[in-house]
């Protein structure tokens, strides 16, 4: 059984910063991808960036590039997300996942095994 818990969400103005954190726990996994997705009300889940074991491969979405960074600590069994330059739009559900390593596309929502129960971002203009 693995689970993941996301923390750090919140209120916060347009302009400013959070950052997300996701711990893993339970069964180990092997050299997995982490990603944080997002889905706001009314809208499908979305990828927002992803992040390869090593932390040598990542990837954002052209809607957070430049605001957002991915990042992770093995030792912790932590990823994270720094947001910063909050925008309203970027109001949502984050959640983030994990995939084991099959070769396939990070960015889909298909290739990710485990799901966090998501934790609520709400930027006010």
């Known amino acids: 059984q693995v689970q993941l818990i996301e923390s750090g969400g919140g209120l916060v103005q347009a302009g400013g910063s959070l950052r997300l ?49 991915i990042s992770r600590d093995n030792a912790k069994n932590t990823a994270y ?7 309203p739009e970027d109001t949502a559900v984050y ?14 929502l298909r290739s990710y095994d485990y799901w966090g129960q998501g934790t609520q971002v709400t930027v006010s203009s």
């Open 95 to 108: 959640y983030c996942a994990a995939a084991i390593p099959r070769g396939s596309s990070y960015t889909q």
């Open 81 to 87: 997300l720094q947001m910063n330059s909050l925008k």
């Open 21 to 69: 954190s996701c711990t893993t726990s339970g069964r180990t996994l092997s050299r997995h991808f982490m990603g944080w997705f997002r889905q706001a009300p009314g809208k499908e889940r979305e990828f927002v960036a992803a992040i390869s074991w090593s932390g040598l491969i990542t990837d954002h979405a052209d809607s957070v590039k430049g605001r957002f960074a």
